[in-house]
């Protein structure tokens, strides 16, 4: 139930920070900034995270899960009030920073409930994975529709006065009789393990690179910038909807296929996606990617914990993972838009799919070696 309960808290905590991909372009004026910052602004919190991961894991470990989700519900319906105040282009990123913050308690809080659980480890991953992830869903469909009748001002303090209701579920959570374990160390945080490396270029070539081109990818001369418009976000939904239900069934499926396999066959997917686009197939490769990496994000943490036979320090191992992931899709939108433009996207994409091919298969080098020496 903290799993479950954690999981939804996630999902409340979380509407002002999906509301704000689609429209702060369209309305950064109107909130009194400037058209430049946006990509700042929508980058700011997962560049923070990089840094922030290990500290907030450490505060979890001092204070315990449910205290870090209390604050962090708190702090994530604070950050998006600011949003609508029009205060400016200091005060906003601020609120984007502090919401960073807030993301990596939420986040990591609600991994390590879902790792305490005794059985189906598997599938709580995937169900805890789905319900977080319909936060942003729900964001995505009732937004335009709530801009549309309030404006966006108004919108963004009704999403804030929603949120809160993270707060009231996060006095309901268990702390698990919590007791501090071993201290979460930077250094460990960013050691280079092959699933370390592995995860980060995933991130960077779909959670990053795939979602910052795909106006590029999806441009065609017979449509218009309107038509253009829609149809990314359509392709953004998607990835929405597939990360809520590959996520669910994906788990469900750990009840019958090992874990590790699931993500094994996950990745030869993604690997088959970013070659389909290489090779023009680029909506066939578009739509293969999100399905299948919405399974890389769900069990990357569970194959982290499990590969890691010698520690039963998990905010450590989920903090390790979380921060790859975020430095690698971080990465991949700042570079994304050049990279496109000077390469193309045939060579672009080609060479993510040779790199991440060869990564993978160290990773499952690495993976048997390690096997037959516990064995």
């Known amino acids: 139930m903290g799993a479950l309960t954690s999981s939804g808290i996630m999902a409340l905590a979380g509407l002002g920070d999906a509301i704000l991909y689609p429209v702060l372009p369209i309305y950064a004026e109107r909130l009194g900034l400037p058209l430049v910052s946006v990509g700042f602004l929508l980058s700011i919190n997962r560049f923070v995270r990089v840094i922030s991961n290990t500290w907030i894991a450490n505060i979890i470990n001092s204070i315990g899960m449910k205290k870090v989700l209390l604050w962090s519900s708190c702090f994530a ?16 990123a601020m609120a984007r920073i502090i919401w960073g913050l807030s993301y990596s308690g939420l986040k990591i809080s609600t991994q390590n409930y879902a790792s305490k659980v005794k059985s189906n480890v598997g599938f709580t991953f995937g169900i805890t994975q789905s ?41 309901t959570l268990s702390n698990l009789n919590h007791t501090p374990t071993n201290k979460v160390k930077t250094k460990q945080t960013f050691s280079f393990t092959t699933l370390n490396l592995l995860i980060t270029f995933l991130a960077i070539s779909i ?25 990314v976000a359509s392709y953004l939904l998607l990835k929405r909807i597939a990360m809520v239900g590959v996520s669910l069934i994906s788990g469900m499926l750990t009840l019958k296929i090992e874990s590790l396999k699931l993500f094994s066959v996950s990745i030869i997917i993604c690997i088959l996606a970013m070659f389909l686009i290489a090779i023009n197939f680029t909506i066939l490769g578009v739509i293969i990617a999100f399905m299948a990496n919405a399974i890389v994000v769900t069990f990357s943490p569970l194959i982290a914990i499990e590969q890691q036979t010698k520690s039963d320090n998990s905010l450590q191992i989920i903090s390790s993972v979380s921060t790859w992931w975020d430095l690698g899709a971080g990465l991949g939108a700042f570079l994304g838009i050049v990279l496109i433009e000077y390469i193309g996207q045939y060579y672009l994409f080609l060479a993510l799919t040779i790199l991440i091919t060869a990564l993978f298969i160290n990773f499952i080098i690495q993976n048997g070696k390690t096997n037959r020496t516990t064995i």
């Open 207 to 231: 959670d990053g690179i795939l979602v910052v081109v795909l106006a590029n990818l999806l441009n065609d001369s017979s449509i218009s910038t309107p038509q253009l418009l829609i149809l």
């Open 77 to 92: 319906v604070i950050t998006t009030f600011v949003y609508g105040l029009k205060l400016g282009l200091i005060t906003f």
């Open 131 to 171: 319900i977080k992830s319909l936060g942003a869903l729900v964001a995505l469909c009732i937004g335009p529709i709530l801009i549309s009748t309030f404006g966006i001002e108004s919108t963004l303090f009704v999403i804030a006065s929603i949120s809160s209701v993270a707060i009231i579920l996060s006095f």
